[in-house]
Structures are given as structure tokens and as C-alpha cells.
């Protein structure tokens, strides 16, 4: 099984994985009418809001809600920067990544022990 530390983790990865994909996966098929892109994205968020949910349910036993916020962020922007370089062909800029960088400090900061 799983540890219940790891846990939220692997499904909030998982969550936002089917949510980028609702998000932005249209963005290759422009030529598809927009109501059907938006039901088609309600299907796949679906299937994040399956993960999701659980993921914080679970999660909350471990870390607080901050973090399991600050955590689903950093998660959203990795898997991001992914989906944007392979399946949009779209690389990660110098400014994004200083960016990116500059939020992961936040969430050092929300995980810190308090000052």
C-alpha cells in the first residue's frame, strides 16, 4: 500500500493530470466547436475531481490545509510544464521557470516550521 504522507501526493498528481488535460488538451483541436470541447473537458474533470477529493480527504490527516493547497499548486505547475513542452510543443521558458522557482520558495516557506 501506499503511505498515508505519500498517498495524497500520488493522487493529487494523478487529479491534475486528467485537469490539465480538461483544461488545455483542447487547445490542439481549435477546429472542434465549443460546446462540445466543454462538455468533452466536464468528462475528463470528472475524473479529477475523483482523485481530487479523495486526495484531500486522506491528505487533511497529514498535512494541513495549506499545505495540501500549496502542494496541489507546485503539482499543477510541474505537470503543467510538462503537458505544455510535450503535448502542446510549447518549452519552458527562462521566465516561466524563474517564476515556477520563485512559487516553489513559497511553498518551502507554507511548509517551513514557523518562524
Known sequence: MIPQALLPIVLLTMSNVFMTFAWYGHLKFTNKPLWLVVIVSWGIAFFEYCLAVPA?????????????????????????AIFSATYLGEPLTLNQAVGFAFIALGAFFVFKAPL
Request: proline share 4%.
Open 56 to 80: 484531500n480527504r486522506y491528505g487533511v490527516a497529514v498535512y494541513s490545509p495549506a499545505e495540501l493547497k500549496t502542494m496541489q499548486e507546485v503539482i499543477t505547475l510541474s505537470v503543467f
